[in-house]
């Protein structure tokens, strides 16, 4: 089945939208109690509440803060998840998680004892030694890998240059410099001026992958000869003074080669941090084995295309900031959110939540949730709130991707045992399969165009 060829029979027909169950009358009513962590829910339909569905949760993240406002003040579970989503190698629709929350702790608490954990298991389990993890707050590692969860093993950086692009001609720069929703970004690869036209072509079309519309690049062959000891479709369109501030500003010696990209932020970002974690790969660049860090000081919201605001981590987040600084200014509002990254693979990421109903309101409010909407979908999270709840907060940890870098392996899918395929099927069972007549006249579903199979 997928959601798009289902219908529902109950007093009228109901048919299924993504997210949402059309009824009868035309209405569109949500379908679930899930936890919103931002991937489309697995239905599964109810044969004893007509048109009605449970969602498989994503995560236990409501239950497990209502437990602490019940009272309970640790709480931990080896959970599993469900979320259709598009698969990656870290990524399957069932998966689990390590899951974790206490009442009375701050963020560093939580993150110390979670952190002790990860170390302890490391050193356990295979001999290494962690230390202490770097934090680094999420601006930066945009800015210096183009990463939100950036693999801190590959010595390469992106290095910011628009301001010596602003006056160019070449609007292929100045565009995007002069744009403040732009990036212009430099990675010098050492090295790598002898790298042969086909392998830089080869990188072309792979940051085409991100959106990118071209890689230039500079071979920086003999610095001291000037413009004729550079090697670059770009340099006779740029004066050599920027040039060299350029080059100075990368560190570039004889020898290497300086790539560039220059476009929307997010592409940028995606595609030379992509890039960079390929170069060091493809050159054996990596400088250790493990490179833990925590990413901190996450913004509260990100911007869709339309300009709607979605949460960062989950809307039940705590910012850093009052009610009322969030509301003026959901944009510049960070959040009490940290995520443990291992070798460029988001280990685990939790937060300390909003145990306050105005402020929760608030959120809701600054995502477009309607006072009927929220009431409807988050009734008992904001009745909870009302009780007194405690200051809280927590983590979860993917336990397979934990053994999938544990282990060596190169996806998730090598340390579950019956995963799925990357379109989401099982080969084993040929799932998700064809349910014959009276199972979905039980469950109240007819369907709208035939299987083949049937
Ligand atoms: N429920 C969150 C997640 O699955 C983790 C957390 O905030 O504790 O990403």
Request: net charge negative.
């Amino acid at each position: 089945l997928t959601q798009a060829n289902v219908e529902v029979i109950t007093d009228g027909i109901a048919e299924i939208l993504p997210g949402a169950v059309r009824t009868a009358d035309g209405q569109e009513r949500e379908v679930a109690r899930a936890t919103p962590e931002g991937a489309r829910d697995y239905l599964v339909p109810s044969r004893t509440h007509a048109g009605s569905f449970f969602a498989l949760p994503q995560s236990p993240q409501l239950f497990k803060q209502l437990l602490m406002v019940a009272g309970f003040d640790r709480y931990y579970q080896i959970a599993k998840c469900f979320r259709d989503e598009d698969l990656r190698a870290d990524r399957q629709p069932e998966f689990t998680q390590i899951d974790i929350e206490t009442s009375f702790l701050d963020e560093k608490d939580i993150m110390d004892i979670t952190e002790t954990m990860v170390r302890n298991l490391f050193k356990e389990v295979l001999g290494v030694e962690f230390g202490e993890l770097p934090h680094m707050p999420l601006a930066e590692a945009m800015r210096r890998f183009g990463s939100d969860k950036p693999d801190l093993r590959i010595p390469l950086e992106l290095v910011d240059v628009e301001d010596q692009l602003k006056d160019v001609e070449f609007k292929v720069f100045a565009g995007p410099a002069n744009d403040p929703k732009c990036r212009v970004t430099a990675l010098r690869v050492p090295g790598g001026a002898s790298m042969p036209r086909k392998q830089i072509d080869d990188y072309t079309k792979f940051v085409g992958i991100y959106g990118a519309k071209g890689l230039a690049y500079i071979k920086v062959n003999e610095r001291a000869a000037g413009v004729d000891g550079l090697q670059s479709p770009i340099v006779k369109n740029i004066p050599l003074d920027n040039i060299n501030v350029i080059l100075d500003r990368v560190g570039a010696v004889d020898g290497d080669i300086v790539f560039f990209g220059a476009d929307k932020a997010k592409i940028v970002s995606e595609a030379l941090g992509a890039l960079r974690i390929k170069l060091g790969h493809d050159l054996n660049l990596l400088t250790c084995e493990w490179a833990p860090l925590w990413v901190v000081d996450f913004p509260m919201f990100e911007e869709n295309d339309d300009g709607s605001l979605t949460a960062m981590h989950h809307p039940f987040t705590s910012p850093k900031c009052t009610p009322e600084e969030l509301e003026a200014n959901p944009a510049a509002a960070l959040s009490r959110a940290y995520d443990m990254v291992l070798n460029g693979t988001e280990l685990g990421g939790g937060s300390i939540r909003i145990h306050d109903k105005a402020m929760q309101q608030t959120v809701f409010r600054v995502l477009g949730i309607s006072e009927d909407e929220q009431q409807e979908k988050f009734g008992f999270l904001l009745d909870a709130l009302k009780y007194g709840a405690p200051p809280h907060g927590g983590l979860a940890f993917g336990l397979d991707r934990l053994v999938m870098l544990m282990t060596g392996a190169s996806s998730i899918r090598e340390v579950i045992a019956f995963p799925k395929t990357q379109s989401a099927a099982c080969v084993m069972t040929q799932a998700p399969g064809v349910v014959d007549a009276k199972s979905l006249r039980e469950l109240h579903i007819r369907l709208r165009e035939q299987a083949k199979a049937e």
